[in-house]
């Protein structure tokens, strides 16, 4: 049994365009698509003071928002393989146990809640990196002028489950992939102790990124791929690289993570600054969103 893609909905505009990303990607795999939305009671009412009508109220607009999120998805996708599921909790929880019988979730970037302005929402950025599978963060208004997967990568094994994860995408999409690895000036070239030859450091990057790519351009010949090494931090690189892109794949784990963490700085970076849509794949073993296709 194909595990469903699941997207969280508010009715919010970044919930929408999240919407249309995840039928899109079920249809490009062959997953049915399951909508959630997370009833909150919380901030609405408590115990000494309940409000008349309250849970009536929260399911009607509830289940409007389903409504019209299955509107969105069924004009895009008529034959789509869709449920719906209006769910008391508090939305981050509600999302991460979601996800533990999915393959896939995907979120809008900031929902109703938010504050104008802010480029992630307080759900989103809890998530990634918070469940099994990869999630996908979408903000409204991105229009892909380049058919084309960026995933981030450096010399570390942790990048692995978002090649994987980006090579599928660039091959159910039928587009290439670019494999950005960005890399900073080591701080002991400012010190005048030591001399480094910079051409030999970047083609030294670029042979560590190329043969880190290799096993996958093997795996997937028919999605065209290229290695861009940028000397520039990792975030900044991964950026500019999202402006003109389809989707730009991170892992929740760079080198220098620290356990404690949830996520990399790199890929908390890219989450809040990326233009596109932003996949965040699990890197640790035993996660199904790790698993090589």
């Known amino acids: 049994m194909v595990e469903p893609i699941v997207v969280g909905t508010d009715s919010s505009p970044a919930a929408s365009a999240a919407i249309v990303w995840a039928a899109d990607d079920a249809v490009r795999k062959g997953a049915p698509l399951r909508v959630v939305h997370a009833m909150h009671r919380l901030p609405y009412a408590s115990p000494p003071y309940p409000i008349p009508g309250l849970d009536d109220a929260l399911t009607r607009a509830g289940s409007q928002f389903l409504r019209e999120a299955e509107q969105i998805a069924r004009e895009?996708?008529?034959?789509?393989d869709m449920s719906s599921g209006l769910v008391n909790g508090v939305p981050t929880r509600v999302l991460v146990r979601e996800a533990?019988?999915?393959?896939?979730?995907?979120?809008?970037?900031?929902?109703?809640?938010?504050?104008?302005?802010?480029?992630?929402?307080?759900?989103?950025?809890?998530?990634?990196?918070?469940?099994?599978?990869?999630?996908?963060?979408?903000?409204?208004?991105?229009?892909?002028?380049?058919?084309?997967?960026?995933?981030?990568i450096d010399e570390s094994e942790e990048c692995e489950p978002a090649l994987a994860y980006a090579f599928e995408q660039?091959?159910?999409?039928?587009?290439?992939?670019?494999?950005?690895?960005?890399?900073?000036?080591?701080?002991?070239?400012?010190?005048?102790?030591?001399?480094?030859?910079l051409h030999e450091m970047q083609q030294l990057r670029h042979n560590l990124a190329t043969g880190r790519v290799a096993t996958w351009r093997a795996r997937y010949p028919g999605v065209p791929a290229e290695v861009e090494v940028i000397c520039d931090?990792?975030?900044?690189?991964?950026?500019?690289?999202s402006r003109d892109s389809a989707?730009?794949?991170?892992?929740?784990?760079?080198?220098?993570?620290?356990g404690?963490?949830?996520?990399?700085?790199?890929?908390?970076?890219?989450?809040?600054?990326?233009?596109?849509?932003?996949?965040?794949?699990?890197?640790?073993?035993?996660?199904?969103?790790s698993s090589p296709a």
């Open 76 to 80: 895009r996708h008529p034959g789509i």
């Open 247 to 258: 989707l730009l794949v991170v892992g929740t784990h760079g080198r220098s993570g620290i």
């Open 170 to 197: 660039a091959r159910s999409r039928d587009c290439p992939l670019r494999a950005v690895h960005g890399w900073r000036l080591p701080p002991e070239l400012y010190t005048g102790w030591f001399v480094y030859d």
């Open 233 to 241: 931090h990792p975030v900044t690189a991964l950026v500019e690289a």
């Open 100 to 152: 533990e019988r999915a393959s896939e979730l995907v979120v809008g970037s900031r929902g109703r809640g938010g504050f104008t302005g802010m480029l992630l929402g307080s759900v989103s950025a809890y998530v990634a990196g918070r469940t099994s599978v990869p999630v996908v963060v979408v903000r409204p208004g991105h229009t892909v002028t380049r058919a084309e997967v960026v995933v981030g």
């Open 260 to 289: 404690a963490m949830v996520l990399g700085s790199v890929s908390r970076g890219a989450l809040h600054h990326a233009r596109c849509p932003v996949a965040v794949v699990p890197s640790e073993p035993g996660g199904r969103g």
